[in-house]
């Protein structure tokens, strides 16, 4: 982990929803120069075959067409059991059979025997950044394109390892890797992009210098060009930016409400859009026929948000009684991270550091309002710029376990996390059933070398206790072969 101070003190960021700093805003830049002209396939190829473990990792052409996962103890996603005994068919991505009966497996299938082993849908993060989950700053401020393609090339391929088959991007130029990770070039999850988060001046996300005010709208500043945030200060401009990421491919779109932890400039209580301007934003979206969800932490911010039409609110940390009555009684998804201590973040210093506390004391406040009033929850993680910080992705899911069962920790990580990317409707990047072990899903699943149900920590281990993770019908991991 790097500790960093002085100027670098504001560029780490432990969660708060992706902010960048300029220097690693002109990284980004440059790497999304870069993929545009076709240069991400080839490097992610290059550094995957030098990067790649020496386990058993398959690239996804050597996958049977048909695989049987036999004598598995079965986790649906949605049930509070598991049931013994069942069988598995996989044909091609999609699940094709839940067997009871230990039917003979098709003659050209490859069978894969479980051992009464704990059967499983993929894990889904809803809050990840895909791009710079695992660039220390220190790399990031050198803007070296192909550094940058190292480090995420890799940390995807971990973030697969860690059994997260699917997550959803909440930040970043991220349109082009997601590209390389479904044509195969490089092994990774799923991905649903927001693209550029949406901010105002002076919001969570612009990390201008000084010197660059007063703000041009007609010339982009790094924060704008680099894919990771674009300012907006009317409706015009708000309409403009939210129709830009849905032309590159977003699946949704975040818009930054108020502000967060590591913005120097960017106080957790202020309130930073309009109604109107969210209105705006929203608008757009569901013309597409998907839909905004809001970085905001204080009441006001979260209760604006709400009334603009937002389906989805990140953090909410610092909401009241009040507010969460008014999320469960509108049905408006909270997306939250369970951050508990400081070493659940990079560390930070200064007036990041005062409010990174007011969101550890906040967490416990707003998990038992989520609870009390059954708010419809989604978790996520929200890791970046540590690879020592991204390995704590399943830490950070059995830190739920001090408000919920482990049978509605897994039911959260895969079908209610499931629930909310569907949301995406027609901008869904992958239409079909996801989170569940069904006929007709994905066929994205871990087979686990212990009962999560009994012990949740068994998803903090995952290099020992994964012996299988399957995503999209294709084999990545596989320790049972003989």
Same mark, same amino acid.
């Given at each position: 982990?790097?500790?960093?101070?002085?100027? *670098?003190?504001?560029?780490?960021?432990?969660?708060?929803?992706?902010?960048?700093?300029?220097?690693?805003?002109?990284?980004?830049?440059?790497?999304?120069?870069?993929?545009?002209?076709?240069?991400?396939?080839?490097?992610?190829?290059?550094?995957?075959?030098?990067?790649?473990?020496?386990?058993?990792?398959?690239?996804?052409?050597?996958?049977?067409?048909?695989?049987?996962?036999? #004598?598995?103890?079965?986790?649906?996603?949605?049930?509070?059991? @598991?049931?013994?005994?069942?069988?598995?068919?996989?044909?091609?991505?999609?699940?094709?059979?839940?067997?009871?009966?230990?039917?003979?497996?098709?003659?050209?299938?490859?069978?894969?025997?479980?051992?009464?082993?704990?059967?499983?849908?993929?894990?889904?993060?809803?809050?990840?950044?895909?791009?710079? @989950?695992?660039?220390? $700053?220190?790399?990031?401020?050198?803007?070296?394109?192909? $550094?940058?393609?190292?480090?995420?090339?890799?940390?995807?391929?971990?973030?697969?390892?860690?059994?997260?088959?699917?997550?959803?991007?909440?930040?970043?130029? $991220?349109?082009?890797?997601?590209?390389?990770?479904?044509?195969?070039?490089?092994?990774?999850?799923?991905?649903?992009?927001?693209?550029?988060?949406?901010?105002?001046?002076?919001?969570?996300?612009?990390?201008?210098?000084?010197?660059?005010?007063?703000?041009?709208?007609?010339?982009?500043?790094?924060?704008?060009?680099?894919?990771? @945030?674009?300012?907006?200060?009317?409706?015009?401009?708000?309409?403009?930016?939210?129709?830009?990421?849905?032309? #590159?491919?977003?699946?949704?779109?975040?818009?930054?409400?108020?502000?967060?932890?590591?913005?120097?400039?960017?106080?957790?209580?202020?309130?930073?859009?309009?109604?109107?301007?969210?209105?705006?934003?929203?608008?757009?979206?569901?013309?597409?026929?998907? *839909?905004?969800?809001?970085?905001?932490?204080?009441?006001?911010?979260?209760?604006?948000?709400?009334?603009?039409?937002?389906?989805?609110?990140?953090?909410?940390?610092?909401?009241?009684?009040?507010? @969460?009555?008014?999320?469960?009684?509108?049905?408006?998804?909270?997306?939250?991270?369970?951050?508990?201590?400081?070493?659940?973040?990079?560390?930070?210093?200064?007036?990041?550091?005062?409010?990174? #506390?007011?969101?550890?004391?906040?967490?416990?406040?707003?998990?038992?309002?989520?609870?009390?009033?059954?708010?419809?929850?989604?978790?996520?993680?929200?890791?970046?710029?540590?690879?020592?910080?991204?390995?704590?992705?399943?830490?950070?899911?059995?830190?739920?376990?001090?408000?919920?069962?482990?049978?509605?920790?897994? #039911?959260?990580?895969?079908?209610?996390?499931?629930?909310?990317?569907?949301?995406?409707?027609?901008?869904?990047?992958?239409?079909?059933?996801?989170?569940?072990?069904?006929?007709?899903?994905?066929?994205?699943?871990?087979?686990?070398?212990?009962?999560?149900?009994?012990?949740?920590?068994?998803?903090?281990?995952?290099?020992?206790?994964?012996?299988?993770?399957?995503?999209?019908?294709?084999?990545?991991?596989?320790?049972?072969?003989?």
């Amino acid at each position: 982990m790097i500790r960093l101070g002085g100027k *670098y003190q504001h560029l780490v960021h432990g969660f708060g929803c992706g902010c960048l700093s300029p220097e690693v805003q002109h990284a980004s830049r440059r790497l999304e120069d870069l993929s545009r002209r076709g240069v991400l396939a080839g490097l992610g190829a290059a550094f995957f075959a030098a990067a790649a473990p020496p386990i058993a990792f398959a690239q996804a052409p050597a996958s049977p067409s048909k695989i049987l996962l036999k #004598q598995a103890k079965v986790f649906d996603g949605k049930s509070s059991t @598991a049931q013994s005994g069942v069988q598995v068919l996989i044909e091609g991505s999609r699940i094709t059979a839940i067997d009871t009966t230990n039917s003979a497996p098709p003659a050209d299938a490859t069978v894969i025997d479980c051992g009464g082993r704990f059967l499983m849908p993929g894990l889904i993060d809803a809050h990840w950044h895909s791009l710079f @989950a695992a660039v220390p $700053v220190a790399t990031a401020v050198t803007g070296d394109p192909g $550094v940058i393609f190292t480090a995420s090339t890799a940390e995807a391929q971990r973030t697969l390892l860690r059994g997260f088959t699917t997550v959803r991007d909440v930040g970043g130029p $991220v349109f082009s890797f997601k590209q390389a990770i479904d044509t195969g070039v490089i092994p990774g999850p799923r991905i649903y992009p927001s693209g550029a988060m949406i901010t105002t001046s002076g919001g969570h996300g612009d990390l201008r210098m000084l010197t660059d005010i007063p703000r041009t709208p007609a010339q982009l500043s790094i924060v704008e060009t680099s894919g990771g @945030a674009v300012i907006a200060d009317s409706a015009a401009e708000v309409q403009l930016r939210v129709r830009e990421q849905f032309m #590159q491919g977003a699946s949704q779109i975040k818009m930054v409400g108020g502000g967060g932890v590591s913005s120097p400039r960017s106080p957790l209580d202020m309130t930073t859009f309009s109604e109107s301007d969210l209105r705006a934003g929203i608008a757009v979206a569901q013309d597409w026929n998907t *839909y905004v969800t809001v970085h905001a932490y204080a009441p006001k911010t979260v209760q604006r948000a709400i009334a603009a039409g937002a389906a989805c609110i990140e953090h909410a940390h610092l909401m009241d009684e009040d507010t @969460a009555k008014l999320m469960a009684d509108k049905g408006i998804w909270l997306s939250i991270q369970p951050f508990l201590s400081a070493e659940d973040a990079v560390p930070l210093t200064g007036p990041s550091a005062e409010r990174l #506390q007011q969101v550890f004391a906040g967490t416990l406040t707003a998990y038992e309002f989520a609870r009390k009033y059954k708010i419809k929850t989604a978790w996520g993680s929200d890791m970046l710029f540590s690879p020592d910080m991204t390995a704590r992705q399943g830490k950070m899911l059995t830190h739920l376990s001090r408000w919920y069962s482990n049978a509605e920790i897994l #039911q959260m990580a895969t079908s209610t996390n499931a629930e909310l990317l569907a949301l995406s409707g027609p901008r869904n990047p992958y239409p079909g059933k996801l989170g569940v072990l069904e006929a007709g899903a994905f066929a994205d699943m871990l087979v686990v070398d212990g009962n999560p149900l009994e012990d949740i920590n068994l998803l903090n281990q995952p290099e020992k206790s994964l012996s299988v993770i399957i995503k999209d019908g294709k084999v990545f991991k596989n320790t049972l072969a003989a």
